[in-house]
């Protein structure tokens, strides 16, 4: 039961410091954000009175203060914080832009000044004050389109283009083409020197399937295309004529000869012609970029290196002049069509990768430095890689290696970014802005690795490779021999790459491959790129002698050169090269390479006479032992001591031109290096 409440009385009231209690409950306790210092320390409470809170005042009669900055959630303290990183990270922007654009001695300042404790806003201000600071004119007055406007290209009439940079001016106004030579409507009229069509298959074959899968300075679809329907935008008579002199070399037919009876004339008909209309025909295109490529390799197939360097640099010169080596600008993009522009990538990239290669193999610099490219990389089209390689032989048949797929445009891919690679080496060989160091060396070994390692599955050694695979691997095994060659001597501190032995196996490598190729595909048809390859690792051969393995590879070396001297002159001349080489030092080399260079040097010189080599005691066979049916192969009977080398070449380096001057070269000389003993001491 409830019980009923009384009836307030009147005159009753509540008493007044309760009231003032419930109001105070009632309401919300105010939130301090930031306690005093003192407060802080003491872990007392503070009701954040500004400027002296009352607990400081009243209970402690303290001094008060408050450190708005220590506490980083508030807003002043997190803006000063985000300032504070936004100025350290503009000076190390500022000094790491100094590393990368400064010479060497500036880097090494730097660093000694970073190591110093130097206050990081110190240098960055100082690094600032040294540079050249630029002001931009405002957008669309003429100042500010005056690089633009004359660096633009300049179109002519057959859609082809002309880069003017800055300097020039010559793009404001259209250039006018010199008149081009007209073409028929068939395979007949592309050339004068034969109207056999079928012949002139059989050649294209040749060269598509031995030449242009390592060199690929053209587009073999948009080519065929245009040739099979008499247009010029992809074919010319002067790039027709230019196919089928390199081609001819491939041949034993007797019409691919200027003289039936003279195996050395093969191709010099279609040069000839090639020659006449190169002449006649004063207009630069692209066509005629691919077929001064195509010339220089068939000139350095003659063993005439004079005229095929001349040729590639005219090449060279031509692309940059057409602005291959860079990507078109916006305003002529849209007049290309997308095979145009990537006809365009494939021509300088193959040509950029012959020069390089043009350029290890005379040693001198390349023609355009890779600093100069800006250009994108050719594009992988599965279709096109996908396309079947056929060892294409002279009977119009096919090798005995089964159809496997060409990757024509991923090698030129792959070629193309070791062509970097061995570009800047060159530059840094011939032309050094700055001390060749053992870290430089190093640096350019690791960069060979990290290729090597990067390459795609379809370019391996697996299985049966194509031929142009091996010439890749073959060229890559090259370059890493030239760059510790000149260093034989010198041994490396803290690093497992040690010149000699590098050199080593580069060469075992490169004779691996020879000998794989020879079995795959035979020596008759051969990319000239590996006579190259052969004498590098022969001369190596050749300082290690008499080691029984030296004088074997040696041996099968000189026998692969003779081979392929029967399509290229040059491989005639390399084995006339290694003779000069072993009577200058005075090396015993074994009988059989005494026979092969003398056979042939009669084959393909009648006028001049053979050198008569020193000849090491041997077994009397001209060809290499056989390891499998010769179990003493170890013990051939070769000099055991090798003759010392003549004191005026203490260095093969010197031989072969000495890149680095002496105050750049702060590396360790080994002098108890066998057989490098041999010869006399470095001077100092």
């Known amino acids: 039961m409830v019980r009923p409440l009384l009836p307030k009385e009147e005159g009753d009231e509540v008493r007044p410091d309760l009231d003032d209690r419930l109001d105070t409950k009632a309401g919300k306790r105010r939130c301090v954000s930031s306690a005093c210092t003192p407060c802080r320390k003491r872990k007392s409470k503070c009701d954040g009175g500004k400027p002296s809170c009352s607990t400081c005042t009243a209970v402690y009669q303290t001094e008060c203060d408050y450190d708005v900055d220590s506490d980083h959630r508030r807003k002043g303290a997190l803006k000063k914080d985000i300032a504070d990183l ?264 193959g040509c950029f990768s012959l020069d390089t290669s043009w350029a290890i193999g005379v040693g001198r610099i390349s023609q355009l430095p890779t600093a100069a490219i800006n250009l994108g990389p050719v594009t992988i089209v599965d279709q096109i890689e996908s396309t079947a390689w056929r060892p294409f032989v002279d009977d119009g048949g096919d090798g005995p290696v089964a159809d496997q797929h060409e990757n024509i445009n991923q090698l030129l891919l792959s070629f193309s970014e070791l062509s970097k690679v061995v570009n800047d080496l060159l530059f840094m060989f011939y032309a050094p802005a700055e001390r060749f160091t053992s870290r430089k060396l190093l640096d350019f070994y690791s960069r060979y690795e990290r290729w090597e390692r990067d390459l795609p599955p379809c370019l391996s050694l697996a299985d049966k490779p194509t031929a142009h695979v091996i010439n890749l691997h073959m060229y890559y095994h090259t370059v890493v021999l030239h760059l510790f060659r000149p260093f034989l001597r010198v041994g490396l501190h803290d690093s497992t790459a040690q010149p000699r032995e590098v050199c080593r196996q580069s060469t075992e490598r490169i004779s691996d491959l020879v000998e794989m190729y020879r079995t795959l595909y035979g020596f008759r048809r051969v990319c000239i790129v590996m006579t190259h390859c052969i004498l590098s690792a022969m001369i190596i051969h050749l300082l290690s002698l008499p080691s029984p393995s030296a004088a074997r590879l040696l041996i099968q070396a000189a026998q692969a050169l003779r081979d392929q001297s029967v399509a290229h002159e040059h491989a005639a001349r390399c084995l006339r090269i290694v003779a000069a080489l072993a009577e200058k030092w005075g090396i015993l080399v074994p009988e059989a390479v005494d026979h092969i260079c003398q056979a042939a040097v009669a084959e393909h010189d009648s006028t001049s006479s053979p050198p008569i080599l020193g000849v090491a005691p041997s077994n009397g066979s001209s060809m290499p032992p056989d390891p499998n049916s010769d179990p003493g192969l170890g013990e051939m009977d070769l000099p055991s001591v090798a003759p010392a080398m003549p004191t005026e070449f203490p260095c093969p380096g010197e031989m072969f031109g000495q890149p680095f001057t002496p105050p750049g070269i702060s590396l360790v000389v080994d002098y108890d290096f066998w057989p490098m003993e041999t010869m006399a001491a470095v001077a100092d």
């Not at 073999?220 to 089928?244: I, T, W």
């Open 86 to 349: 936004q100025e350290r990270n503009d000076n190390l922007t500022t000094i790491i832009a100094s590393l990368g654009g400064s010479s060497e001695s500036d880097v090494i300042l730097l660093g000694q000044r970073i190591r110093s404790d130097e206050r990081l806003e110190v240098i960055a201000a100082s690094l600032r004050r040294t540079n050249s600071t630029w002001t931009l004119s405002a957008a669309g007055t003429p100042e500010a389109d005056l690089a633009d406007v004359l660096g633009q290209p300049s179109l002519i009439q057959c859609d082809e283009t002309r880069q003017y940079r800055h300097t020039s001016g010559l793009g404001i106004v259209p250039t006018v083409s010199a008149p081009a030579l007209q073409a028929g409507n068939n395979s007949e009229s592309w050339t004068t020197v034969t109207q056999d069509t079928e012949f002139v298959g059989h050649l294209l074959g040749l060269y598509f399937s031995w030449q242009h899968p390592f060199y690929a300075v053209l587009s073999k679809e948009c080519f065929l295309h245009d040739m099979s329907r008499g247009q010029r935008k992809y074919c010319s008579p002067v790039l027709v004529n230019a196919l089928l002199a390199a081609a001819c070399c491939y041949s034993d037919r007797p019409e691919a000869r200027a003289e039936p009876d003279r195996p050395v004339t093969a191709g010099n008909h279609f040069f000839l012609e090639a020659k006449r209309l190169l002449d006649r025909e004063d207009h630069s295109c692209m066509t005629t970029v691919q077929a001064l490529s195509v010339l220089s390799v068939r000139e350095a197939s003659c063993g005439r290196e004079s005229s095929g360097y001349r040729l590639i640099g005219r090449a060279m010169r031509m692309s940059v002049e057409m602005g291959l080596h860079r990507t078109l600008p916006s305003q002529v993009l849209d007049l290309f069509t997308p095979t145009e522009i990537e006809v365009r990538r494939i021509t300088f990239w």
